[in-house]
């Protein structure tokens, strides 16, 4: 009987990927999100000849750490392909292990992308599924998804906002009747976040650090507000000394972190603002009743739903697993394909 059971398991290998620009990941019909890794593969390169030496957890490790010898590569920019063999090898590796036995059938496999990618960049998404083993490649729009994955009703012919917060990029749509009505996509997310503290520490404090201790800098003390106290939680960093060339260790308060922030936040406040002055009014009434909800990873900066609601002076909530809404929802799509076929795409 439990052959039996692997055998349907075999023919039941479909999946919803979220190929995200800092985390992918994948989705298996009937068994929810089995794999989250960061967008991240590491070469080792040797006359010439690239070969795969580590992907996702193992080669985040190694960025910024490498010899000569050895590259990190992260493919996604911007929530789009921006190296095509890089991006095959990497879902190939992580198709092979959430497949971990070979299988009969080649799987069905759908993927969420950015509302602003063009025909081309969709084109590149699905070459790349396709040649790294699916039998059919699906598109869903990356706001629709959010919107499912944060269960909102969105099949309701009532407007629904969802700010969906990537890596690369910020999605902003307003949907009702299951389709977008408005969209917008700015190319400002988690990355943005982590350049403008990199900068910031160079101009203000003489100070080179790496994009691991940034992200660490904005999940451990990131704000999108001033604090009340006008300094806030601190932590101790270490860099390079840019006057002098040593390995220095300093203190970096909230408040700073804030203000290296404020221009991405600044942006995505914009963001919102833009779509709610181009929403219909019908819908934008029924915004106001049910209020703006974030997903992504970025909506976890602290503060940031404080930040738009002072804006907006709408209500504005965090999704329950922001950092997953994206994969669940594209996940939905592919359990409940009949009646969400209208937001596949699975020609271009």
Same mark, same amino acid.
Do not use: F, W
């Given at each position: 009987m439990s052959w039996f059971g692997n055998f349907g398991g075999i023919f039941a290998?479909?999946?919803?990927?979220?190929?995200?620009? #800092?985390?992918?990941?994948?989705?298996?019909?009937? @068994?929810?999100?089995?794999?989250?890794?960061?967008?991240?593969? #590491?070469?080792?390169?040797?006359?010439?000849?690239?070969?795969?030496?580590?992907?996702?957890?193992d080669a985040k490790l190694m960025l910024g750490r490498t010899p000569g010898s050895i590259q990190a590569i992260r493919p996604m920019r911007e929530g789009v392909i921006a190296d095509f063999d890089t991006a095959e090898e990497m879902i190939k590796h992580f198709i092979r292990k959430v497949h971990k036995r070979s299988s009969f059938s080649k799987p069905k496999i759908i993927v969420c992308v950015p509302h602003g990618a063009t025909p081309v960049e969709k084109r590149a998404i699905r070459q790349s599924v396709l040649s790294a083993g699916a039998r059919k490649a699906g598109l869903i729009a990356e706001p629709i998804a959010a919107a499912i994955g944060a269960g909102m009703p969105i099949t309701d012919p009532t407007g629904n906002m969802v700010v969906d917060i990537g890596g690369g990029t910020?999605?902003?749509?307003?949907?009702?009747?299951? %389709?977008?009505?408005?969209?917008?996509?700015? @190319?400002? /997310?988690?990355? @943005?976040?982590?350049?403008?503290?990199?900068?910031? *520490?160079?101009?203000?404090?003489?100070?080179?650090? /790496?994009?691991?201790?940034?992200?660490?800098?904005?999940?451990?003390?990131?704000?999108? =507000?001033?604090?009340? %106290?006008?300094?806030? #939680?601190?932590?101790?960093? =270490? /860099? @390079?000394? *840019? *006057?002098? /060339?040593?390995?220095?260790?300093?203190?970096?308060?909230?408040?700073?972190?804030?203000?290296?922030l404020a221009e991405p936040v600044q942006q995505i406040c914009e963001a919102v603002m833009a779509a709610l002055e181009a929403t219909p009014p019908d819908l934008a009434a029924d915004i106001v009743d049910r209020g703006v909800m974030l997903t992504g990873g970025g909506a976890l900066l602290g503060d940031l739903d404080l930040a738009l609601r002072e804006q907006t002076g709408l209500a504005v909530s965090i999704a329950d697993e922001s950092l997953n809404c994206v994969a669940l929802g594209t996940g939905k799509a592919l359990e409940y394909e009949k009646q969400l076929r209208h937001a596949i795409d699975y020609d271009s």
């Open positions: 290998a479909d999946m919803a990927i979220d190929l995200g620009t #800092a985390n992918t990941l994948v989705y298996v019909k009937g @068994r929810g999100i089995i794999l989250s890794e960061p967008s991240v593969v #590491a070469y080792h390169i040797k006359d010439g000849v690239k070969k795969v030496l580590a992907v996702g957890e910020t999605e902003v749509a307003v949907l009702s009747l299951g %389709d977008i009505v408005y969209a917008r996509s700015v @190319r400002v /997310g988690g990355d @943005r976040m982590d350049e403008g503290i990199i900068s910031y *520490l160079r101009r203000q404090q003489n100070l080179l650090i /790496g994009e691991s201790t940034a992200e660490r800098i904005k999940t451990s003390i990131g704000s999108a =507000r001033m604090p009340d %106290d006008g300094r806030g #939680a601190s932590m101790q960093i =270490r /860099g @390079r000394d *840019l *006057l002098n /060339g040593v390995p220095k260790e300093i203190e970096i308060s909230q408040a700073q972190v804030a203000e290296a």
